[in-house]
């Protein structure tokens, strides 16, 4: 089944401890993104990749690394968390410019975080 | 101005009803677009893309405006099941090898018995 996944779906942690959120799609999409998304604010782009070894910050990157060493491997690193990274966190991907400029996102189920 | 914008609702309607949502963009290049569904707490999910000639998807009805900017969604025949919010999507800069797609905040849609 092609999907986008991600883990853990919830996670509490304390302030400064550092914690990766994993993302994988089996679709051989080039284009993945992280997205956070808060009441009033929609979603927010934090950092995506056009390709492998790509990466690029969107509108809300401070606070978030991220690499891309395979095709299908995103993760999402908060070196150190803090309370406003508190968010419902989503993972997505597609085919990016690669295939054509109407490729739809394809999301994970997404990672509820919240930080103490 | 902002890049996407939509109505944020809610939009209260009783069953059967239609219901039309617009959203609007700012940059005349944009070439591509889309509606999602997000229902409470989970993904968005793709409803639909929307192409130059409008298009549609049994009760769903997609349209583009390119000279007034906005694209825009109607639901006929409305269901319970249809409460969601719905977000337009735009890859705001259009050409080729360009790839970055906007979203606006949403429209809350609840559907009535």
């Known amino acids: 089944e092609a999907q986008v996944t991600q883990n853990p779906r919830y996670l509490i942690t304390v302030t400064g401890k550092k914690l990766t959120v994993t993302c994988s799609q089996n679709?051989?999409?080039?284009?993945m993104s992280w997205y956070r998304q808060d009441p009033g604010l929609g979603l927010r782009q934090i950092y995506y990749?056009?390709?492998?070894?790509?990466?690029d910050k969107g509108d809300v990157p401070e606070g978030y690394k991220v690499s891309r060493k395979e095709k299908r491997n995103f993760p999402l690193i908060l070196e150190s968390p803090s309370p406003n990274q508190t968010s419902l966190y989503f993972c997505a991907s597609s085919r990016g410019q690669g295939g054509s400029y109407n490729s739809p996102l394809h999301f994970g189920n997404g990672t509820r975080l919240t930080v103490t | 101005r902002k890049e996407v914008e939509q109505d944020p609702g809610p939009f209260n309607v009783p069953e059967g009803a239609t219901v039309a949502f617009n959203c609007t963009y700012s940059?005349?290049?944009?070439?591509?677009f889309f509606w999602y569904r997000q229902d409470c707490r989970k993904e968005p999910k793709l409803l639909m893309s929307?192409?130059?000639s409008g298009n549609e998807d049994g009760r769903f009805t997609a349209q583009l405006n390119r000279a007034s900017q906005y694209i825009s969604l109607l639901i006929r025949d409305s269901k319970l099941s249809d409460s969601a919010t719905y977000l337009c999507v735009v890859n705001l800069f259009g050409g080729a090898g360009s790839y970055q797609l906007t979203f606006g905040k949403g429209t809350k849609l609840s559907v009535i018995p």
């Open positions: 990749s056009m390709n492998v070894e790509v990466t």
């Open positions: 679709m051989n999409h080039e284009y």
């Open positions: 940059n005349s290049a944009s070439q591509s």
């Open positions: 929307v192409y130059s």
